[in-house]
């Protein structure tokens, strides 16, 4: 039961939604808000990977402007030059060196590359040039990755408890400091988080189903939680629609949709995270956050997102087009 729940857990946080029944517990999915945040305009300027990405699902680039994206269904990690030339790509289904069940998150640090495989605890490392360098095991298997200013690797975790869900590791993979989130629960979906790592080392962490910024630091120190206004404070649970009558699922309750979960951050301190199914326009209105977490603006998408980075030019790449381009877009402060 304990890895049928972490198997669950990973495939509902990127493919909700499912074939549901609703239940008593469903809940209001609109959203209102009367905060007065800046709106911020958007210009788009590229497109890549169109016939070239089959299924993106990470996305970072790096000091010389080139882009490395995931591509979970043809099992590759692939390198763009700024106007989209593709100029190498590596790996193949397998478990070996630069092999993958599915290229998943990926984070860039000053050296190397970092990529987790998908709903595993698996982690390769790869130079910027994507030559495998190594590979090790997280404790639990893997919701994102992030570098910090001193270039230490921060994995978040799917768990079941009030364990520590978010760990840093050494070069080996080797855990050496830990964060027990405050609102980890025995519910897996009240579990599901993300998180960013600004630029002065805060860590911010959101959460899917409850309506809950955390703000660390990167020494562990907490300093406080807050929620979005205009949003529920917990998404609403609907029943799983189990159309073989199975025994163990016949009373499962899902959520009715994600508040948060896609977050990134810029050099300015800045947090960006998509409004998802209780948004006005879920999946393209991103919101803007300071570093203590009080919302300063709000950007609109013309098309859904699967994904979003902030690059180091204040530009916002975008997963986009079920997951087969990514659009590159230029924010205008």
């Known amino acids: 039961m304990r890895k049928w729940l972490i198997v669950y857990y990973a495939f509902f946080m990127m493919n909700y939604p499912y074939s549901l029944s609703a239940s008593d517990e469903s809940a209001d999915t609109s959203a209102t808000t009367e905060t007065i945040i800046q709106p911020i305009k958007i210009r788009e300027m590229n497109i890549i990977g169109e016939n070239q990405i089959y299924g993106a699902y990470g996305i970072t680039c790096l000091a010389d402007k080139s882009l490395i994206v995931t591509d979970k269904l043809d099992y590759k990690i692939k390198q763009f030059d700024s106007n989209g030339k593709l100029l190498r790509e590596i790996g193949k289904k397998g478990r070996g060196p630069s092999k993958f069940s599915g290229p998943y998150v990926i984070a860039a640090g000053k050296k190397n590359i970092a990529v987790a495989d998908f709903q595993s605890p698996r982690v390769q490392m790869f130079s910027f040039d994507l030559t495998y360098i190594d590979e090790f095991y997280a404790p639990a298997p893997i919701i994102n990755l992030a570098y910090d200013k001193n270039d230490d690797l921060w994995i978040a975790m799917g768990v079941e408890d009030e ?19 405050k609102n980890i629960r025995r519910d897996p979906f009240d579990n599901l988080f993300n998180f960013t790592i600004l630029k002065d080392g805060t860590i911010i962490v959101v959460y899917a189903c409850q309506n809950i910024l955390e703000k660390w630091d990167i020494q562990g120190k907490f300093y406080c939680q807050k929620q979005i206004p205009g949003f529920p404070q917990k998404s609403g649970r609907i029943k799983l629609h189990d159309s073989n009558q199975q025994r163990n699922n016949r009373n499962l309750l899902v959520p009715n949709g994600m508040l948060f979960f896609k977050i990134a951050s810029d050099t300015l301190n800045q947090v960006y995270m998509v409004g998802e199914d209780y948004s006005l326009k879920p999946l393209m209105d991103v919101f803007i956050l300071n570093k203590d977490g009080d919302l300063t603006g709000l ?9 979003i980075y902030i690059d180091a030019l204040q530009n916002l790449w975008s997963i986009e087009g079920n ?3 990514i659009v590159k877009y230029k924010i205008l402060q």
């Open 163 to 181: 364990s520590e869900s978010l760990v840093k590791v050494n070069k080996k993979g080797e855990v050496i400091a830990g964060i027990r989130l």
């Open 299 to 307: 950007l609109e998408l013309p098309r859904e997102s699967n994904w």
């Open 323 to 325: 997951r087969k381009r």
